[in-house]
């Protein structure tokens, strides 16, 4: 999974008080949090088949807090994403590893933290990062669908830096066309924002049994935005094949 990225936070601290709980004035304790993560990032990776969603592959980041100590007892260790979800917290008696699986694209500022018997806590933020891999195939199509994608975070933390769009049409040759010829077609790739504006587009005229490349970054990621193919001339049957990376 990558190379293996440490976080070692040492901090001597006066009980804390816990959420909801008012800490012990007087009452000493010190924590050594040591957080090893798994990966500083990954990718969630949609595919899609003829418009029809195949598969996800979500990432999963390991949070090890397995070289933290205290001069008592660690009771609880636990992350908070800071995006208004629950903590995930775990029994540091029967277990030293969190492991969580990144659902949404974006930016997050995790809160790792440990807590001892006597109240006392010691806190860390580990950033990480999650981008998005949209990859769209459709075949022998004289319709092609609109591939609709949602740069904006929805853990309500910083803007992707950028949508980068790599798209492939085929005018494929078929058996009969070998022997008598086919025609080439036109068509139009459209990026559109969530009002109807053309934010990019490109025109290619591409002959039988040729190719069109379209390959483009945008800058716009607060809006919802989708990708389209127009047929400029002879609504010819094409192969399209999408891949839109939202990047942090």
């Known amino acids: 999974m990558g190379s293996t990225r440490y ?3 040492v901090v001597l601290l006066m009980t804390m008080s816990l959420a909801g709980c008012t800490s012990e004035e007087g009452a000493e304790s010190s924590i050594s949090l040591s957080v090893e993560h798994s990966a500083d990032g ?3 990776v949609e595919s899609y088949s003829n418009g029809d969603k195949t598969s996800t592959t979500i990432p999963t980041i390991d949070f090890d807090f397995s070289s933290t100590t205290a001069d008592v007892n660690i ?3 636990g992350i908070n994403l800071n995006d208004g979800t629950d903590s ?12 969580f699986e990144f659902l949404q694209h974006g930016w997050y500022n995790i809160t790792a933290y440990a807590i ?3 109240g006392g806590q010691v806190e860390a933020i580990i950033s990480i990062k999650i981008d998005m891999r949209i990859e769209w195939v459709e075949a022998n199509t004289d319709q092609p669908q609109t591939l609709v994608f949602d740069p904006v975070p929805a853990n309500g933390g910083a803007s992707a830096q950028m949508i980068e769009v790599n798209s492939i049409v085929e005018n494929p040759e078929t058996f009969d066309e070998i022997i008598s010829g086919g025609d080439s077609v036109g068509i139009t790739w459209n990026i ?3 009002v109807d504006d053309v934010c990019q587009k490109k025109s290619a005229n591409i002959e039988n049994g040729g190719s069109g490349v379209w390959d483009t970054i945008h800058f716009n990621t607060f809006q919802v935005h989708e990708l389209s193919i127009t047929f400029d001339d002879n609504q010819e049957n094409i192969n399209v094949e999408h891949i839109v990376s939202i990047i942090y």
Do not use: H, K, P, R
Request: proline share 0%; aromatic share 8%; glycine share 4%.
């Open 88 to 99: 995930l917290e775990i029994d540091a008696a029967n277990n030293s590893v969190i492991s």
């Open 42 to 44: 990954g990718t969630i």
């Open 116 to 118: 001892d018997e006597d």
């Open 192 to 194: 559109m924002d969530e």
């Open 7 to 9: 976080a070692l936070f």
């Open 75 to 77: 009771i609880t260790f």
